[in-house]
């Protein structure tokens, strides 16, 4: 079966530090990779979104960056943070054949201080 | 107009209530839908997709109405476990094969007291 894992589930950050995220999938092969931001009590934002290693499309302009240097590994980064990115980030994955949904890793809750 | 509309809610029901949520969708070309919930400072978790002829599971019914652009989530016999935030999903783009695009609603959220 296939399982999303995403690390850590908890970071405290002083503004202007770096930041790297990691999110891996098993069990799947050539997945559709997604970061997502949910700001306190609000909804999801798409920030980006890869169908294939190299290949990172970027939702909205931001402080972030992405990666996929491998078919199941999506990392999200920051060289430097800002308190704004503060926030609860999600992985997701899904099939590339468009009709089953996501499935989310546990997330990482970051506070920019 | 926001692509995925719904009530934020919150509806406080008691215990074994029924209680419906309705969520719109702008683009006529959508193909696949879906509600997923999330449990306060967790990840969303996929509930059911909703199928064109309406489904069931246990005491969550998903019905779709195309022509008017809506999906609604009905749940019976309301739980406490029940209580949460309930997102309507969508997918605006037409079945490429290579593309998989969820639109998310902000959600609405579900307070079930004794």
């Known amino acids: 079966s296939q399982t999303i894992h995403q690390w850590p589930a908890t970071l405290v950050q002083p503004v202007g530090s770096p930041l790297s995220l990691e999110c891996t999938v098993e069990?799947?092969?050539?997945?559709?990779l997604y970061w997502y931001r949910q700001a306190a009590g609000r909804g999801l934002q798409l920030l980006f979104y890869?169908?294939?290693?190299?290949?990172i499309s970027s939702e909205v302009p931001q402080n972030l960056s992405a990666s996929r240097p491998q078919d199941r590994q999506f990392i999200l980064s920051s060289k430097k943070l800002l308190l704004s990115d503060s926030g609860f980030y999600l992985c997701?994955?899904?099939?590339?054949?468009?009709?089953?949904?996501?499935?989310f890793g546990s997330g990482t809750r970051l506070t920019v201080v | 107009r926001k692509e995925v509309e719904q009530d934020p809610g919150p509806f406080n029901v008691p215990e074994g209530a029924t209680v419906a949520f309705n969520c719109t969708y702008s683009?006529?070309?959508?193909?696949?839908f879906f509600w997923y919930r999330q449990d306060c400072r967790k990840e969303p978790k996929l509930l059911m997709s909703?199928?064109?002829s309406g489904n069931e599971d246990g005491r969550f019914t998903a019905q779709l109405n195309r022509a008017s652009q809506y999906i609604s989530l009905l749940i019976r016999d309301s739980k406490l476990s029940d209580s949460a935030t309930y997102l309507c999903?969508?997918?605006?783009?037409?079945?490429?094969?290579?593309?998989?695009?969820?639109?998310f609603g902000a959600g609405t959220r579900l307070a079930v007291h004794p």
């Open positions: 997701a994955w899904s099939a590339d054949t468009g009709s089953w949904g996501y499935t």
């Open positions: 069990g799947t092969s050539n997945p559709n």
């Open positions: 890869s169908v294939g290693i190299g290949q």
């Open positions: 683009n006529s070309a959508s193909q696949s």
């Open positions: 909703v199928y064109s």
């Open positions: 999903v969508v997918n605006p783009y037409p079945f490429s094969g290579g593309y998989n695009k969820l639109i």
